[in-house]
């Protein structure tokens, strides 16, 4: 991988790209009418971006001179997001990845007669174990998957469901050490998954101002109903 990524992106140089800083998969190339043409590449996936259809064309047939290419002109589904086109943006979605991880998770969940969450997380905050497990509580712990399944989350929680990146965070603090509680609470965070999988959505309008709303309802405070 590492050897094709070298190869791709001395062709990019060599083509008048430049590499975009944060994420080195970005390349980015400044045409003559003064428009940006796009390249996400990761692997062997890439995606083009232009405002103008010919700017993508003519890089497209460029990448066709070097490399075999395939072309679909839907952007429907990559790296596992699903993408809907909308009149607004674009609309982000996971729902293959909630759906695997919460099958994965249900024999835990009827197991251990987890109910599920209103919230990603409860408002007390999980703590680290005082005390060494037992040789015989290790080998249980060690049988269940909370790496994997933790790992799944993350994917979301980077991807299109910023709203449970806390949660991830808390939980991702035991994955070296964890214990029956903090595996209760990463499967109370799969079913609230589940039952709120909230697309992630991009407008097309809005410049560089970021907007955000909150729901202040205390962590799901039953007693609590300001906002």
Not at 89 to 97: A, K, T
Request: with cysteine; hydrophobic share 35%.
């Amino acid at each position: 991988p590492y050897c094709w990524y070298t190869m791709f992106t001395n062709y990019m140089l060599l083509m008048g790209f430049i590499q975009n800083k944060l994420d080195p998969c970005l390349y980015q190339r400044t045409n003559s009418d003064g428009t940006i043409t796009y390249v996400l590449n990761y692997v062997d996936d890439a995606l083009i971006f232009n405002k103008r259809l010919a700017h993508v064309e003519i890089f497209r047939d460029e990448l066709a001179q070097r490399f075999d290419i395939t072309v679909d002109k839907r952007l429907t589904r990559y790296l596992g997001l699903d993408i809907v086109r909308t009149k607004y943006g674009f609309e982000l979605s996971q729902q293959r990845l909630v759906n695997s991880i919460y099958e994965q998770a249900k024999p835990y969940i009827d197991k251990f007669n987890v109910q599920p969450a209103r919230v990603p997380i409860r408002y007390q905050r999980l703590k680290k174990p005082t005390m060494q497990a037992s040789p015989e509580a290790e080998l249980e712990l060690k049988k269940l998957p909370y790496r994997s399944l933790l790992g799944a989350v993350g994917y979301l929680a980077t991807s299109t469901m910023p709203s449970v990146s806390y949660a991830y965070k808390e939980l991702a603090r035991f994955s070296a050490d964890y214990r029956q509680e903090h595996f209760d609470a990463l499967l109370e965070l799969i079913t609230f998954i589940q039952a709120h999988p909230t697309p992630l959505i991009i407008a097309k309008e809005g410049g560089e101002q970021i907007h955000a709303a909150s729901d202040a309802d205390w962590n799901g405070g039953r007693q609590h109903l300001s906002t």
